[in-house]
């Protein structure tokens, strides 16, 4: 695909409710867009319900538009296994039927020797005691969902948290995927503070932590799992004390619990994979969606832009 003097490519995935699978990928570097749709069937302009009777043999599936340059197809691939059971033949969670299987849908043969690849190492590292069921398929004709469906999680923003978690999804994801922490290790890299904080919920003094006045350009990403969680162009001076973004760099870098704690009902912010306690969030913030992410330093650390390559976020250069 060609827009002008711009290469993009297509990844097309099926992982159970298509909802659910828009937003690990949204907002990455390099991907322009993430559509809902249908696919993987013999009947054409398929509707919802028509797909949800079984009579369709579509998947609800998502397709993703991605600069090759940079994010790689095994990158997404990555984040695929990391959304779904794979070894379920019978839907997704509590998602039964066809409808809702797991496929890889490739369209080119590099695609499909990266995606068998990835399928066979994940079996081969032991993650799952079962087979890795996945179909690696050739991709046909995608349809777009109905409007309704497209960036559902956006639209539907409450009812969106409560079906993921009701479902079963991010239960799963957190048990087999979860950084698996030895707390001996983890007081021997972090300090004090950086333990108290992302392992026990602690909170650090305002105007007197490494990063609430840090105007430097780059990423900060969890302090314990290293993942990639805001960037300097989100951040903000909110007069608080502590850093403070409008928002992550993907919806999925972090999580929100309820914190009923010190007689308060706040949203608290953990990371998405290390799960460590990063902050909270409010709706006082200047972005278009009002919020304000607040985040002690020592849960985060900073990588410079011109850092981001040698340490590992060479995607994350388009940022900037």
Not at 97 to 108: D, E, K, L, N, P
Not at 126 to 155: C, L, M, N, S, W
Not at 168 to 189: S, V, Y
Request: charged letters at 25%; aromatic letters at 12%; glycine letters at 10%.
């Amino acid at each position: 695909m060609n827009g002008g003097n711009r290469m993009t490519e297509l990844a097309t995935f099926a992982g159970g409710c298509f909802w659910c699978m828009v937003t690990p990928f949204d907002r990455m570097p390099g991907v322009t867009k993430v559509t809902s749709g249908y696919t993987g069937g013999h009947v054409e302009n398929p509707t919802y319900e028509q797909v949800c009777s079984e009579m369709t043999g579509h998947a609800e599936a998502v397709q993703i538009e991605f600069d090759p340059r940079v994010i790689s197809y095994e990158k997404l691939l990555g984040v695929f296994w990391q959304q779904i059971d794979p070894t379920d033949s019978e839907g997704q969670f509590f998602d039964k039927g066809q409808s809702y299987r797991t496929a890889v849908f490739y369209h080119s043969d590099e695609q499909k020797l990266a995606a068998q690849a990835s399928k066979a190492a994940l079996q081969a590292s032991g993650r799952f005691d079962k087979p890795i069921v996945t179909a690696i398929v050739p991709a046909g004709p995608f349809y777009e969902a109905e409007e309704y469906h497209q960036d559902y999680y956006k639209k539907n923003a409450l009812r969106y948290k409560m079906y993921r978690k009701g479902s079963g999804r991010d239960a799963f994801i957190r048990n087999h995927w979860g950084m698996r922490k030895d707390e001996t290790t983890l007081r021997q890299r972090l300090t004090p503070l950086q333990y108290e904080v992302t392992q026990n919920n602690a909170t650090e003094p305002p105007f007197r932590n490494e990063y609430w006045d840090h105007k430097g350009e780059g990423l900060y990403v969890d302090i314990v799992s290293g993942e990639p969680l805001f960037s300097s162009k989100d951040k903000f001076d909110s007069s608080c004390g502590w850093p403070s973004f409008t928002k992550p760099l993907a919806d999925a870098a972090v999580k929100e619990e309820t914190d009923l704690t010190h007689g308060m009902v706040r949203t608290e912010v953990r990371s998405g994979q290390g799960d460590s306690h990063l902050g909270h969030v409010f709706n006082d913030g200047p972005g278009p969606d009002g919020l304000r992410y607040c985040i002690n330093s020592a849960a985060i650390r900073f990588i410079a832009k011109e850092d981001l390559e040698k340490e590992g976020y060479r995607e994350y250069l388009s940022i900037f």
